[in-house]
């Protein structure tokens, strides 16, 4: 049976609080998939099977040898509030679930077992390697120093997400298989060490078993609205609104002047080179900030202004805003106004 809220519209299933929904794993649609991460252990000789609880977002709490699946995939109409609020379900296919499980239990392994804290996890995961730069999330996508698991280069994060990576595409894959799929790459002298850890581990109880849960569902006292509210802030940059204010203010709404996106695909050869060369940013990044923000002006009939004077300076302010989202992006890993 359906729970209350189920039948609800968005406006109205957005008041609940989060401990109010009253959500299990257990008859879940995500109960399945923890059932195939644990067989996927205990095929390995792999006798621990971190618990799992469901949270507010895909995590493994620090020092904790848990793993948080998030909440909207416990209820399919949950997931369609997910789809609205956010334009993604993270997590929301059989496969894609699966392929996080695999890193947060990567995580949660390590936790356990306290493998981070080994000289030899420090010279495989941290080595003075220029592929490998920690802290700072500027991958390079044909470096063969890394495995290719989640999307967007993941594994080249953060030294612990390298480790997941390279954990998880241990466990969902057969010795002959990841060896193939990796031969000749720096990658493969990871996935063998990992193999190593997994091999002494086995049937063996971890040194951690237990810690504290952070932002375990059952209680979240924030209503859904509050959840999505911050959510929504924090990856403001990811909706095709974002950037709708700025791009008003340096352009103009209405009239019969030159379109807006025509403008800036004629200009964008040379803002790109420019901002390539001038902030350190790799091409690839800028060019994708340049086409999202193009096809938002065309979405918003944006037009340049006419008059030669009001033209140079739409290219100024054009030029120096980009150049702000750029430098913040560097720094932060995300474009943003402000760092």
């Not at 109960?31 to 621990?48: D, H, K, N, T």
């Not at 940059?237 to 379109?259: C, Q, S």
């Not at 695909?265 to 193009?294: D, F, H, P």
């Amino acid at each position: 049976m359906d729970p209350p809220w189920a039948a609800l519209s968005d406006e109205e299933l957005l008041t609940w609080r989060l401990c109010d929904l009253d959500l299990r794993i257990e008859g879940s649609p995500v109960a399945p998939r923890v059932a195939q991460l644990y067989a996927e252990l205990s095929e390995r000789g792999i006798s621990f099977h971190p618990p799992c609880f469901l949270g507010d977002e895909w995590f493994s709490p620090g020092g904790v040898p848990e793993i948080a699946i998030p909440f909207y995939l416990a209820h399919p109409r949950l997931e369609q509030l997910e789809l609205r609020q956010m334009l993604d379900v993270e997590g929301g296919t059989p496969e894609t679930c699966q392929r996080i499980l695999r890193h947060e239990c990567g995580h949660a392994l390590d936790h356990a077992y306290r493998f981070s804290r080994r000289r030899s996890w420090h010279a495989v995961f941290l080595p003075a390697h220029p592929d490998n730069e920690a802290y700072n999330y500027q991958p390079r996508p044909h470096s063969k120093s890394f495995v290719r698991h989640l999307p967007n280069w993941y594994a080249q994060a953060h030294p612990d997400e390298d480790f997941a990576e390279t954990f998880a595409t241990w466990l969902g894959s057969s010795p002959d298989e990841w060896r193939a799929r990796y031969q000749g790459w720096k990658a493969l002298e990871k996935l063998e060490y990992v193999d190593r850890l997994m091999q002494e581990v086995r049937k063996k109880p971890p040194s951690v078993t237990r810690g504290r849960r952070f932002s375990d569902v059952r209680k979240l006292r924030k209503t859904l609205a509050m959840h999505y509210a911050r959510r929504r802030k924090q990856w403001a940059e990811d909706f095709p609104d974002f950037y709708d204010a700025d791009l008003v203010r340096i352009f103009v709404t209405g009239g019969g002047g030159e379109p807006a996106a025509a403008f800036m695909k004629r200009y964008s050869a040379s803002l790109i080179s420019s901002l390539v060369e001038w902030t350190g940013q790799r091409k690839y990044t800028v060019t994708g900030l340049v086409r999202r923000l193009t096809q938002r002006a065309r979405d918003l009939d944006l037009r340049a202004p006419e008059g030669d004077d009001a033209r140079v300076r739409v290219r100024v302010e054009l030029a120096a805003y980009l150049a702000s989202m750029v430098t913040n992006h560097l720094h932060t890993g995300r474009f943003k106004r402000s760092v």
